[in-house]
């Protein structure tokens, strides 16, 4: 049985969602190991001058403890 944990990271992007989620990702991989999946659990999003200027999410990442796959 694999012991998972879950972390929660906080993206941003100026160019969408999908790459806010990238960014979760490479944030999460450069302090922790073994990540497995990512779940966005909120979409937001800032609005200046009438239109969209950034886009965030909030996720949950999934990774696999040491000696534990």
Same mark, same amino acid.
């Given at each position: 049985? %694999?012991? *998972?944990? =879950?972390?929660?990271? *906080?993206? #941003? /992007? /100026?160019?969408?969602? #999908?790459?806010?989620? $990238?960014?979760?990702?490479?944030?999460? =991989?450069?302090?922790? @190991?073994?990540? $497995?999946?990512?779940?966005? #659990?909120?979409?937001?999003?800032?609005?200046? &001058? &009438?239109?969209? /200027?950034?886009?965030? =999410?909030? %996720?949950?990442? /999934?990774?696999? *403890?040491?000696? @534990? &796959?």
């Amino acid at each position: 049985m %694999a012991m *998972l944990k =879950v972390i929660e990271v *906080l993206a #941003e /992007s /100026s160019e969408g969602w #999908e790459d806010a989620a $990238r960014q979760a990702v490479a944030e999460a =991989v450069s302090s922790v @190991r073994n990540v $497995r999946s990512i779940y966005i #659990e909120n979409f937001e999003a800032t609005v200046e &001058d &009438d239109a969209i /200027s950034s886009f965030r =999410v909030n %996720a949950k990442i /999934s990774f696999v *403890l040491d000696g @534990r &796959d």
